[in-house]
């Protein structure tokens, strides 16, 4: 009933930009907090950046400064910025969002995770 669609990954070389994307659509009343997480093989999914529905952002440490999140409520769209990349910002990164849907129930629901690859 929920998806959300990711896209705006690659590849891309130390210091550079990349700009990535999340969708959702479905039969949405509201979506709460939404945020991005990264995971990497053998590490555990962490939490990268998130925003909540007024606006309110929090960032993992390794990566203040370099990214921003952002959103637009009226299209369910989340955005991450991410600036200066290094070769340790390598991982799969996924959108998560907790939503409310026509059927009164909350749920998290994820992003099917885009590829991001920093080259030194």
């Known amino acids: 009933q929920v998806q959300l669609v990711e896209s705006g990954g690659g590849l891309v070389q130390a210091g550079g930009s990349l700009r990535l994307s999340c969708a959702a659509s479905?039969?949405?009343?509201?979506?709460?907090?939404m945020a991005w997480y990264r995971q990497v093989p053998g590490m555990q999914r962490e939490l990268v950046a998130g925003i909540t529905s007024g606006g309110g952002t929090n960032y993992a440490d390794s990566v203040k400064g370099r990214f921003t999140i952002s959103r637009d409520n009226a299209k369910n769209t989340v955005w991450l910025q991410m600036s200066s990349l290094k070769p340790e910002d390598t991982a799969v990164y996924y959108c998560?969002?907790?939503?409310?849907?026509?059927?009164?129930?909350?749920?998290?629901?994820w992003g099917q995770g885009t590829q991001v690859t920093v080259s030194s």
């Open positions: 479905g039969s949405i009343l509201s979506i709460n907090t």
């Open positions: 998560n969002a907790f939503i409310w849907t026509s059927n009164l129930r909350a749920n998290a629901y």
